[in-house]
Nanobody, 123 residues
Framework: QVQLVESGGGLVQAGGSLRLSCAAS????????MGWYRQAPGKAREMVAL???????NYVEAVKGRFTISRDNAKNTVYLQMNSLKPEDTATYYC?????????????????WGQGTLVTVSS
């Protein structure tokens, strides 16, 4: 019922910037928390940034001051602006959203993941 489509990954030199986008599509009532996670080979997936529907944000300490998460509720899209990229930021970045859907006679919340987009930062 809901899909997350990511874009914006690629290869960038250390110190450069990338902007990731993730658009939710399908039939749903609303999105609550949306966020970005990342996973490097051999490492566990970690939360990078989260944003609530009213704009409150949380960041992992390693990206504070460099990354900015934002959202456009009208477009059902979440963004991650990544500045001052470091080689240790290299990972596959996954979009995540908690989506409220209607399943008569109730509603429920689904956790949906994007397919991932690779970010590679060269030194």
């Amino acid at each position: 019922q809901v899909q997350l489509v990511e874009s914006g990954g690629g290869l960038v030199q250390a110190g450069g910037s990338l902007r990731l986008s993730c658009a939710a599509s399908g039939r749903f009532l609303s999105t609550n928390i949306m966020g970005w996670y990342r996973q490097a080979p051999g490492k566990a997936r970690e939360m990078v940034a989260l944003i609530t529907s009213d704009g409150n944000t949380n960041y992992v300490e390693a990206v504070k001051g460099r990354f900015t998460i934002s959202r456009d509720n009208a477009k059902n899209t979440v963004y991650l602006q990544m500045n001052s990229l470091k080689p240790e930021d290299t990972a596959t970045y996954y979009c995540n959203a908690d989506v409220r859907i209607r399943t008569l006679p109730y509603t429920k919340t689904l956790t949906v993941w994007g397919q991932g987009t690779l970010v590679t930062v060269s030194s």
